[in-house]
């Protein structure tokens, strides 16, 4: 299996709503899919269950070629497997300092499990120096998120991703709510992601921001995949156009059913 | 003004200040509102009582606020984790009758003592476990808590106390001294510097943190909330009892109705003590600060004979100018 993540006919619902009913999909090594959908078109739904904060009902997932069992699947064994995820806005706890959200859920600690104070600290540091280039800003680790603005918390999160060594960053809505300025310069992480070899799933309604960073596209509609495009076959332009057309379409043949 | 310039290094590296670097232990206290009024309380009572500022009364305070600190510890978790817990002066009072009625069951004391502190973590554990499962809000499900543990307190004797055939090892707890310390103010001491190290030492009291500030965000960093939740309710209800057993201990009698209001001196001493009502934000020792301010208020009062009654309308006031003073300074 030469995929990095196969889903095989995946469903999922909760309590009686139904998110996902079957979707087929693939990301492979040193690739950048696009997925595109309205809300609640079941794009969030996907990601949490590739990232391990739900499970799938029925279907198979593979991951480097590893059967996935979805009871056993969490956050924590997609953080040991390289997938890492950025989520939209409230990825972040705003009332705590940076150093401690790039390690909550996995915090450096000594052989007893207590927490290394120093070590976060200085790796923090090093994260903002390095990897943020978070220079002169007066931003530190000691900086409490809510005194961030929304481009930098997004750095936080992106940063974040990028020091624990993902194969597969997956993003979830990561340019809302920026300015142009920032959004540029997410879309330039992503390129450094398809760079360094490792792959990215990125989710935005904004085809215009994913068009120019993805190999493909795939597109969701209550709960189904409904198109799949090579981004070397399609244009922008046609891309949209196609997706406006669709859903047209949709909205039309719901008024006949009602009517 | 700092410069955009990237080929700088040297100017950059400059800039890489903390700005809250500064914060040591003495920059904390003193940036605490809390301790200001405990300054200011503990020169107000010296002037207008020579009582107040003797040796005896201090380690009277000190004694005194061991219950009231011990409970706000536990506190400091729920209402760091954006809950609250209304039970505490109920729990307090069932545990202080368990505890009495199992001496007098000639249970030896060791065993008394464990079984108490376990029915407290029982009854915690009841509660996080209607908060997580039921997802009930904690002010409702903790205010149910509060009446069943104060009737269950005052069915075991039929609204009586227990005072007859206690055995002298169970007073130990509340009325024995090591060095002429008070036992209650040695576990007072302990149980903060176990409390201070979980809250900014552990995983655990980075996750109640987390939990507080932004629940989803923990959720999705992989934090299992339900769990956190359910250990911090059992620890808040083990202070409890561990608060019914000093106090039953000191009395010598269980009493169906201690700790009434209790809830309210443990949850203003929190709020002194800088943690925030939206949760995310607590430390213990701003805590042991707010407990020391609410108990001096108290005793200093009595000391100046002003009656109970007024000092309950003073302490809600104290409540409502620290809540009012912290949306001020926002």
């Known amino acids: ?259 | 003004m700092v410069s955009k310039s990237q080929n700088n290094k040297i100017e950059e590296d400059k800039d890489i200040q903390q700005p809250n670097q500064q914060k040591s232990f003495v920059y904390l206290i003193l940036n605490n509102p809390a301790f200001s009024a405990l300054i200011f309380l503990a020169i107000f009572f010296s002037i207008v009582s020579d009582r107040f500022f003797s040796v005896n009364n201090i380690i009277n305070i000190f004694t005194q606020v061991s219950i009231t600190a011990i409970i706000a510890f536990g506190m400091t978790f729920v209402i760091t984790s954006a809950n609250i817990d209304l039970s505490v002066g109920s729990v307090l009072a069932f545990a202080g009758m368990i505890f009495m009625a199992l001496s007098v069951a000639g249970i030896p004391v060791f065993f008394g003592l464990l079984i108490t502190l376990g029915i407290g973590a029982l009854i915690g554990l009841f509660d996080g476990f209607v908060v997580t499962f039921f997802k009930l809000p904690s002010f409702i499900a903790t205010l149910a808590m509060m009446t069943i543990a104060r009737g269950l307190a005052l069915l075991m004797r039929g609204g009586t106390t227990i005072s007859q055939g206690v055995q002298p090892s169970y007073y130990w707890f509340g009325q024995s001294k090591i060095a002429g310390i008070p036992f209650p103010v040695i576990a007072l001491i302990a149980i903060f510097l176990v409390m201070e190290f979980l809250m900014s030492r552990t995983t655990f009291g980075t996750y109640t943190r987390a939990i507080g500030s932004n629940p989803e965000a923990a959720r999705l960093a992989g934090i299992s909330n339900n769990r956190i939740l359910i250990i911090i309710f059992a620890i808040v209800g083990i202070c409890s009892a561990i608060a019914g057993v000093i106090t039953a201990s000191r009395l010598g009698v269980g009493s169906p109705v201690t700790g009434q209001m209790k809830e309210l001196d443990a949850i203003t001493a929190v709020i002194l003590g800088g943690t925030a009502m939206s949760g995310g934000v607590g430390t213990i020792r701003g805590t042991f600060v707010g407990a020391l301010v609410v108990t001096i208020l108290n005793n200093g009062l009595t000391i100046m004979g002003v009656s109970s009654y007024w000092q309950q309308i003073l302490l809600g006031l104290v409540l409502i100018g620290a809540l009012a003073i912290k949306k001020f300074q926002r």
């Not at chain 1, 090594?29 to 079941?42: F, K």
């Open chain 1, 1 to 259: 299996m030469n995929n990095l993540v196969e889903m095989k006919n995946i469903h999922k619902s909760y309590d009686g709503v139904v998110a996902l009913k079957g979707i087929d999909f693939q990301i492979g090594y040193n690739e950048v899919v696009g997925v595109l959908g309205d809300n609640g078109a079941g794009k969030s739904t996907l990601i949490k269950i590739i990232s391990g904060v739900h499970s799938f009902d029925k279907g198979g997932m593979y991951i480097k070629g590893v059967k996935i069992n979805p009871k056993k699947h969490s956050v924590k064994s997609a953080h040991d497997m390289g997938i890492e995820t950025v989520y939209q806005e409230k990825a972040l706890a705003e009332k705590q300092a940076l150093w401690r959200n790039v390690f909550i859920g996995r915090q450096i600690t000594n052989k007893l499990g207590f927490l290394n104070i120093k070590k976060e600290k200085e790796e923090t540091d090093k994260i903002m120096r390095d990897l943020m280039k978070f220079r002169g800003i007066g931003v530190g680790a000691d900086s409490i998120i809510r005194t961030l603005s929304g481009g930098e918390r997004q750095g936080v999160a992106i940063s974040r991703a990028m020091y624990f060594e993902a194969d597969l960053v997956i993003l979830d809505e990561p340019t809302m709510a920026l300015s142009l300025q920032e959004v540029k310069k997410v879309l330039n992480f992503i390129q450094s992601i398809k760079e360094k070899g490792k792959s990215c799933i990125y989710i935005s309604h904004n085809i215009a921001n994913v068009y120019p960073v993805s190999d493909r596209f795939v597109a969701i509609d209550r709960g189904k995949i409904v198109g799949r495009f090579n981004r070397k076959d399609i244009s922008l332009q046609k891309l949209s156009e196609g997706l406006i057309e669709y859903t047209e379409k949709v909205t039309q043949n719901k008024q006949e059913e009602k009517g």
